[in-house]
């Protein structure tokens, strides 16, 4: 079935790549796995094989009867996985998922989640670009880093060229494997924490007490400089900084 440029799809076809995405992603005989857009099945086939259980979220109802004819004992939810309430009991989120929801996709299992409804791990294929910004350092991080980095450990594990889908996207994709970890901020003040952050990121040439709207004393105290942007701060300076801006140490 030809791939459908409006819902993003960029077949997987490579082995190679399969394999590392399995390899990345550890699964046991206990794991119960979520993949996200499982296409035409080349990855879910070796899910279904190597976990307990797999459930497959898949948006094209075009794809729905061929994956139940394939996969009989495949859980398929023909839904959009931003409408999906994850389980409540430990689950791995492997995902082939098209590029423009990515940062969705990754807010919706993590940070818009309780503790219990996050995954355990994340092993998704992405953009390229896009993995760089979720692997950012200290010193040089972005609103998608912290996104991530606040609720896990993520790691790139290889790039992938073009030509190892169908269609080819036109540019290159990474294979990125999150580790799932408690949340550096407590679920109740996620949403301030993150309102926080963008509004600091919300004109990123600006001195972070400008878009802040706080004396420079605040960060001084922080052993800050008053002179300091928001994309040079640590997680640890910014969950510092979330304490004092709302008094809660």
């Known amino acids: 079935m030809k791939a459908k440029k409006h819902l993003g799809q960029n077949f997987l076809e490579n082995k190679e790549t399969l394999y590392k995405i399995l390899e990345s992603a550890n699964i046991t005989k206990n794991d119960h796995v979520?993949?996200?857009g499982p296409g035409h099945g080349v990855l879910t086939r070796e899910l279904l094989q190597r976990a307990k259980k797999v459930t497959a979220i898949e948006l094209d109802g075009d794809l729905i009867p061929t994956l139940k004819k394939k996969f009989p004992n495949l859980e398929?939810?023909?839904q959009d996985a931003l409408t999906v309430t994850p389980p409540s009991t430990p689950y791995k989120l492997v995902a082939n998922i098209p590029y423009y929801i990515t940062s969705p996709i990754i807010n919706h299992f993590l940070r818009h989640q309780k503790q219990n409804h996050r995954p355990t791990q994340m092993t998704l294929l992405v953009q390229h670009e896009v993995a760089q910004k979720i692997y950012a350092k200290s010193g040089d991080l972005n609103v998608l880093a912290i996104d991530v980095q606040v609720f896990g450990k993520?790691?790139?594990v290889a790039k992938i060229p073009p030509s190892h889908f169908n269609p080819p996207p036109?540019?290159?994709s990474a294979i990125i494997n999150i580790e799932v970890t408690a949340p550096?901020?407590?679920d109740a003040a996620i949403d301030k924490f993150f309102a926080l952050i963008h509004?600091?990121?919300?004109?990123?040439?600006?001195k972070?007490?400008?878009n802040l709207g706080i004396r420079e004393d605040v960060l001084k105290a922080l052993g800050l400089s008053p002179n300091i942007r928001a994309q040079e701060l640590s997680?640890?300076?910014w969950t510092h900084l979330y304490a004092v801006v709302y008094n809660t140490t």
């Open 34 to 36: 979520i993949e996200i």
């Open 76 to 78: 398929l939810l023909h």
């Open 154 to 156: 993520p790691k790139l």
């Open 170 to 172: 036109k540019v290159d």
């Open 184 to 186: 550096l901020v407590e």
């Open 199 to 206: 509004k600091g990121f919300a004109h990123k040439r600006k």
């Open 208 to 210: 972070l007490s400008s």
């Open 235 to 237: 997680i640890g300076d």
